[in-house]
């Protein structure tokens, strides 16, 4: 049998181990500039979209976030991309000391070669510095020269979250969520012949014109930027068969010209114009003021929303214009995303 005295030895460090666990688990900081080692981590949501759901996992595939100290220099920097970020709740690690941060993130800039950002230097650049912008080409267009962009953008979204506060905390990990905007748009233009006969795609230029192919770190644009010329990356024509019938230009053939371009950021206060050409006699088909067209939309399809809101939520427009035999535009209405407005009814 073992004496009493060194059962009683062996049993003191355990009992001081229990003692001690708590204390350790719950990192309390003894003295005020002791830091516990909390882990701050950053999620990305995306549900500010028609459809309410957070799409980031099946959407988003590269994410970049920048903070930037309370005095607006660059204090972290940090790029991820692939799988990872459509695992069940994926996050980033911010690796900074305890202060006030203001996080700026771009989302889907290494999915293309659409979108240019700079190049930031931590503890020099700060937020003024950064910017995204859209990457264009220099090309003569009706021989005046115009900054066109005739490929299409991939998916770009922002993020912004200022003045948030990362101080030492009890629990080891604490999260921050940057919400997200989706700055891209797909904008499919149809030219729907009524007259039965057969409409060359050729026969026309499709172009959207808008100063938003700059964008600041807050999601701003800035319109110094200059004028971008936006020309569609598809563009066919076809025709489809109504009533049974294979031959074009008989009654029950619907003859259609189909293009998709895709642009930068549409704000509700913006000139941005869409226009349809002749590319043989360079005559004007049709052009119209852009946001005020989908506003009309917006106040039949949803008509509690402010109109940057509905701009910003949805990322696909589909126009559908009607022309006559000499190819003029029938203005006495216009499909929008499948609403149809009747211009007897409502002045454009």
């Known amino acids: 049998m073992r004496p009493l005295c060194s059962i009683l030895c062996s049993a003191r460090p355990l009992a001081l181990l229990a003692v001690l666990l708590p204390w350790l688990s719950s990192c309390e900081p003894i003295w005020d500039n002791e830091d516990c080692g909390t882990e701050y981590r950053v999620k990305f949501k995306y549900d500010y979209n028609m459809l309410y759901t957070d799409a980031f996992a099946t959407q988003v595939h590269s994410v970049t976030l920048y903070a930037f100290d309370n005095d607006g220099r660059l204090a972290f920097q940090r790029s991820e991309q692939g799988e990872a970020l459509a695992q069940d709740g994926y996050s980033m690690v911010l690796d900074v000391d305890p202060g006030q941060y203001h996080l700026v993130a771009w989302a889907g800039l290494f999915e293309g070669k659409g979108f ?7 503890g020099q650049s700060t937020i003024d510095d950064l910017y995204c912008r859209i990457n264009r080409e220099e090309q003569l267009l009706r021989n005046q020269e115009a900054e066109v962009v005739d490929y299409r953008l991939q998916a770009l979204w922002h993020g912004y979250l200022p003045a948030q506060a990362v101080t030492r905390a009890p629990s080891r990990t604490e999260y921050l969520t940057v919400p997200l905007t989706r700055d891209t748009h797909t904008l499919r233009v149809i030219l729907q012949q009524m007259s039965g006969e057969a409409l060359d795609a050729s026969l026309f230029e499709i172009s959207v014109t808008d100063r938003n192919g700059w964008m600041n770190y ?3 644009l800035d319109p110094a930027d200059g004028m971008l010329t936006y020309l569609p990356y598809y563009q066919q024509g076809g025709s489809a068969d109504i009533e049974g019938s294979a031959t074009p230009g008989e009654e029950g053939v619907l003859n259609m010209c189909v293009a998709e ?24 088909v049709l052009s119209i003021p852009l946001i005020q067209y989908l506003e009309m939309c917006r106040t039949v399809a949803n008509y509690q929303m402010p109109l940057q809101e509905y701009l910003d939520r949805e990322d696909t427009f589909a126009m559908t214009f009607f022309l006559d035999g000499n190819h003029a535009w029938i203005d006495t209405q216009v499909i929008i995303n499948d609403w149809i407005v009747r211009f007897n ?4």
């Open 345 to 348: 009814d409502i002045n454009p």
């Open 218 to 220: 807050d999601n701003t």
């Open 116 to 122: 240019s950002v700079p190049t930031l230097t931590e």
């Open 261 to 284: 371009l895709t642009t930068g950021r549409l704000m509700a206060g913006s000139d941005a114009r869409l226009t349809v050409r002749r590319t043989d006699t360079g005559d004007i």
